[in-house]
């Protein structure tokens, strides 16, 4: 049973670019959440999909954004590229909203903005 | 607003005995839960284990065990036994019951096992 997977692992990119960073869930699993880690901080809640459409969303700017396709994957675009967007983004599943239970995370995608 | 604090950026701890990590949590929300995450070096995180805001017992997975101080504010996490595979970074996070799947996450703190 496959768990989490995100691609690419690792990219490199100059400011003003932009990026997609993919996602697809564990099995099972149909609501998908994306976090931003900056290095050496916890995660922080970027936004969540559900039904193909974006149902929570974190304090980011709109040059985050995304998407969710018919079969639960999942994209993270990020626009207009700055250098304090350099962090690991993780993308975490789970059936439902999980409240009572756990999210399963991806080992993420490292950006650097050079 | 919820906030997490893990006051212990680093922890040592000796091959088979039990450590203690501290998270004090802020939230005006009536529910919630607590949860604990590991991050290895790969960074995936883990799920360790939950906590309730209005579960009366204090949670327990294996090793692990949460010290739930409602009135303090408190959700320590206990690893009993340590082994050399718990070195890693530890999270403590706080969901509000009604933003299922939107975790406040703490600082985090290393923790080191030794041989």
């Known amino acids: 049973d496959a768990g989490v997977t995100q691609s690419p692992t690792h990219l490199i990119k100059t400011r003003g670019q932009q990026v997609t960073l993919r996602c697809s869930p564990k099995s099972g699993h149909d609501t998908v959440s994306w976090y931003q880690q900056a290095l050496g901080q916890g995660p922080q809640f970027i936004f969540q999909y559900y039904e193909e459409e974006e149902r929570q969303r974190g304090n980011f700017p709109d040059r985050f954004s995304g998407h969710q396709f018919p079969n639960y994957s999942s994209e993270l675009n990020v626009n207009a590229l700055l250098l304090g967007d350099s962090a690991l983004y993780l993308c975490?599943?789970?059936?439902?909203?999980?409240?009572?239970?756990?999210?399963?995370f991806g080992e993420g995608s490292r950006l650097t903005v050079l | 607003a919820q906030k997490i604090t893990q006051t212990q950026p680093g922890m040592f701890v000796q091959e088979k005995e039990a450590v203690t990590l501290d998270c004090t949590y802020d939230t005006s929300d009536p529910s919630y839960g607590l949860f604990w995450y590991k991050q290895p070096s790969s960074g995936e995180m883990i799920f360790l284990i939950y906590?309730?805001?209005?579960?009366?017992q204090n949670a327990t997975e294996g090793r692990y065990s949460l010290n739930f101080q409602k009135a303090r504010k408190s959700a320590n996490l206990v690893i009993s036994a340590s082994q050399l595979g718990d070195s890693a970074m530890y999270f403590c996070a706080v969901q509000p019951y009604n933003q299922g799947g939107k975790l406040i996450f703490g600082q985090g703190t290393e923790l080191s096992v030794k041989p």
């Open positions: 975490a599943s789970s059936f439902g909203d999980s409240r009572t239970g756990e999210l399963f």
């Open positions: 906590q309730g805001s209005y579960d009366q």
